[in-house]
C-alpha cells in the first residue's frame, strides 16, 4: 500500500484527487494539506511514501516547501503537479530534488503511475520535461534561460523579489539575515545581468514564473 499526501490550496482539487486515488487498490490517503506550513506539518505528524504537492500556495510556495521537506525528509517522494508548463519550473526543480512535475492539465491515470514509479525511489519524467533535460545536457551555458544558472536558494530568493517581497520578509520565511538575502539578491542580479526588482518582476512576468 502506497501512503500519500495531498497538497493543494483548492479544496476541489483536494477533493477530485482524493476520490480518484481511493479507486485504487495500492493508494491510501494519509492526510491533505492547504498551504507550505500544513505540508510540513503532515510530513511531519504522518507516515507518507509519496507527496502530491502544488507550487501556487498562500505563504510558503511549494518551491520553498521542496527545500525544507529535503531537508527534514530526505527519504520521501515529491511529485509536483502544477498549473506551470513544464518548461518554466521543471528542470530545476527536479534539480533541487522533486522526485517528477506534472502539469494539472496531464490524465488522472498519469498521476497514479507516477506515484507508483516515484514511491520505488525512481523519478518520473514525462516525455516534455525528459525532453527540456536533454536540451539543457546539449547546450551550452550561454544559450540557456539566466534563470536556469541560479542555485537552489538564489532560485527562491529571485522569485520573492520578482514577487515584490522585501528583504525582510524574504529574510523571515526562508530564516535567513537580511544580510544574507542581499547577498542573495546581488549574485541573482549579476547572474541574469540585471540592474533592478523590476527588472526581476518583468524577466518573471516575461517568462512566465510568476503570475
Known sequence: MI???????????????????SEQVDLRVMGEAASGSEAIDLVRNTELDVLVMDLSMPGQSGIDVLAMLRAKAPDLAILILSGYPEEHYAVNLIRQGASGYLNKECDPMEIVNAIRTVS????????????????????????????????????????????????????????????????????VMEKMNLASNSDLTYYALKNKLID
Do not use: C, M, W
Request: charged share 30%; glycine share 6%.
Open 3 to 21: 501512503k500519500v499526501g495531498i497538497v493543494d490550496d483548492h479544496a476541489i482539487v483536494r477533493s477530485g484527487l482524493r476520490q480518484f486515488f
Open 120 to 187: 520505488l525511489g525512481r523519478r518520473h519524467l514525462t516525455p516534455a520535461v525528459a525532453e527540456l533535460l536533454a536540451q539543457q545536457l546539449n547546450r551550452k551555458d550561454d544559450t540557456s534561460h539566466p534563470h536556469e544558472q541560479l542555485s537552489e536558494r538564489e532560485f527562491q530568493v529571485f522569485l520573492k523579489l520578482a514577487k515584490g517581497e522585501t528583504a525582510g520578509d524574504i529574510a523571515k520565511t526562508l530564516s535567513l539575515s537580511v544580510k544574507t538575502v542581499s547577498t542573495y539578491r546581488t549574485r
